[in-house]
């Protein structure tokens, strides 16, 4: 059994920042891809950042220079500064990770349960 746990959401204002975590533990064998969507109330899931394993990465338009994702693959952990924050930037933050489980054989697609972030002051 695989489990993705998001932390280190919460309030702030804009310009501030915010680093969140994902925590992928369990029964895994390898790790391909981790990355972060967002979804506002209202709005489709979005692509906010990705990381392969060999630390190859890709961000949004909306938050290149501003947002930086970064892993650590011996703590199956990934990472998201977001700094210069904005209103607009407001929703939950959900990781993805793109696994290979023990005994499986195949990646898959495994997401966590979210975390919020509201930028408000």
């Known amino acids: 059994q695989v489990q993705l746990v998001e932390s280190g959401g919460g309030l702030v204002q804009p310009g501030g920042s915010l680093r969140l975590s994902c925590a992928a533990s369990g029964s895994i064998f390898s790790i391909n891809v981790m990355g972060w969507y967002r979804q506002a109330p209202g709005k489709q899931r979005e692509l906010v950042a990705r990381?392969?394993?060999?630390?190859?990465?890709n961000y949004a338009d909306s938050v290149k220079g501003r947002f930086t994702i970064s892993r650590d693959n011996a703590k199956n952990t990934a990472y998201l500064q977001m700094n210069s924050l904005k209103p607009e930037d407001t929703a939950v933050y959900i990781c993805k990770a793109d696994l290979t489980p023990i005994g499986l054989g195949h990646i898959m697609d495994y997401w966590g349960e979210g975390t919020l972030v509201t930028v408000s002051s």
């Open positions: 990381i392969t394993s060999g630390g190859s990465t």
